[in-house]
């Protein structure tokens, strides 16, 4: 069992407070009502931090990579059950060995309308993982911090032919995009990882297919 380390403590205090991207802050009204888990845990390479993809195909979000989660339903006691719900369900993992220490601002996804409540959780008594819910999750992964944080790793992802960009990452044959992307680059300045990185010439782009959008190549 590992006991929350400081770092983790001092992550949760200071996320409750992260800035929030104008394109990702909720409106007044409507949104359907999600949570997930951002859960960290200590690896042989060090933190790192769980992450599932998902399948192609799907109707949203088809092959991307994303924190364990999913839509809030009539029986879940709270959000917080709900991320914790949907992550055993994706995951296997066993929640009676996370603690969730706090939780992100509510974020907003505009493509799929979901109000996103993401808590974050230390991992204190790991557990195996693999894809149980296999008609959604192609593949977990627990991704050290360090490789995230890798200046080498880290793109500049395009939207489509629009004038959007955001932050990527490539990390065990995925890209780190989007939702998922945008808050794993706010996590790593917060909690002290970020590296200088060179941002002129690492351009991936994203085309529109019926799924969403894609990275292409």
């Known amino acids: 069992m590992n006991p929350t380390p400081l770092w983790m403590a001092a992550l949760a205090d200071s996320a409750q407070t992260m800035t929030?991207?104008?394109?990702?802050?909720?409106p007044a009204t409507g949104g359907r009502e999600s949570a997930v888990l951002i859960l960290f845990g200590e690896g042989p390479a060090g933190p790192d931090?769980?992450?599932?993809?998902?399948k192609d195909g799907l109707r949203r979000h088809a092959g991307q990579p994303a924190f364990p989660g999913g839509r809030i339903e009539l029986t879940d006691a709270s959000k917080e059950a709900a991320a914790l719900r949907e992550a055993e369900e994706e995951t296997g993992l066993n929640p009676a060995g996370v603690d969730v220490l706090g939780n992100l601002p509510e974020l907003y996804l505009s493509f799929s309308d979901f109000r996103v409540s993401p808590f974050l959780g230390w991992w204190r008594d790991p557990s195996e993982v693999r894809p149980t819910d296999t008609g959604e999750v192609a593949a977990v992964s627990r991704v050290p911090v360090a490789d995230l944080a890798d200046p080498d790793n880290r793109v500049v992802v395009r939207y489509g032919n629009g004038p959007r960009w955001g932050p990527g990452f490539r990390v065990n044959g995925m890209l780190v995009w989007g939702f998922t992307g945008a808050i794993v680059d706010r996590l790593l300045y917060l909690g002290g990882w970020e590296l200088p990185w060179r941002r002129e010439g690492l351009?991936?782009?994203?085309e529109v297919t019926p799924q969403g959008l894609r990275p292409v190549g």
């Open 20 to 26: 929030v991207p104008a394109q990702m802050r909720p």
């Open 49 to 54: 931090l769980l992450l599932i993809q998902r």
């Open 203 to 206: 351009t991936d782009v994203l």
